[in-house]
């Protein structure tokens, strides 16, 4: 086989808690050293931090190695194990199928070489493709039984950045973050839009705990959720009392959402008695609705789905 003047290293993990990447970094090291000790020239590290191969969400650095397997800039693979590249049957298969096309056979692994040119090594890439495939879903399936339970017990569901207003264990309150969820809950209710309360804490420099400013939205999550109530929420649904204190009551908590709902409701009627300034430029009107006084009878607008009535001349 010739010697690949023109390599791609890949490197993949799929959870980098820290965000320190000293996972794909160990990774790319021992690549570089099997390249080296093969007399294999790299010509580009590909690297995927904090990136699952199962879930199928686009991989960035994947999606440009394959582009450039494709445009024939490289002319092997070199990965820790294989799967680092696959997780997926159906991914392997499109690998396989680009590699052919472009003439790449040569993938070298720290555990074990595959080539793709022939039957017997396609064979063992799909065995361990499907391999790989069912331990991911057995790990899934366990992760979701995990957080099924900590749900029930009422226990905090973990992630990489702690909830404002509460300590990294998710347990205790920061008294200082603690008040002015009360203070933002209690300026809510008495009829204070997010966008205010978010330029408040703005101007008074609180910023979320990621370090960035607050957007109504990130506001908007942050007053719905039960967690400040003292409530245990499963995939947005409320399953009981949570193990940690809540900041402000139930009570609070259900005004607050029913207030949002009702203003959500609101935007939608001020949204459909909007003037469709895209297409037509007639005045909508919700559908079954009366056009308003001086306008003609309804039409329907070409904008999808949409009733108009046309403006008055």
Known sequence: MTTPRAAAIYARISSDQDGRGLGVARQVEDCRKLASGRGWAVAEEYV????????????????????????????????????????????????????????VSQVATVTADIDLGNYDGLFMARMFAAFAAKESGRRSARVRRKMQANAAAGLPHGGSLRPFGYDETRMVLVESEAAI??????????????????????????????????????????????????????????????????????????????????KGRRDDEHHAGMRCRASCGAASAAPGSTPPPGASAAAMCACPGRIMAAAAG
């Open 48 to 103: 995927d931090n904090d990136v699952s191969a199962y879930s199928g969400k686009t991989r960035p650095a994947y999606r440009r190695m394959l582009a450039d397997l494709a445009a024939g800039e490289r002319d092997a693979v070199i990965v820790y194990n294989l799967d680092r590249l696959h997780r997926r049957p159906i991914e392997l298969e499109e690998f396989a199928a680009l590699c052919e096309r472009a003439g």
């Open 181 to 262: 969820i009360s203070q933002l809950a209690a300026r809510f209710l008495a009829g204070e839009s997010l966008r205010s309360l978010a330029a408040w804490l703005e101007d008074a420099g609180v910023s979320t705990v990621a370090g960035k400013p607050w957007r109504t939205t990130t506001l908007k999550a942050v007053l719905a959720s039960g967690r400040i109530a003292g409530l245990r929420e499963h995939q947005g649904v409320i399953v009981g009392p949570a193990a940690w204190p809540g900041i402000i009551t139930e009570e609070q908590h259900r005004r607050i959402r029913a207030l949002m709902q009702q």
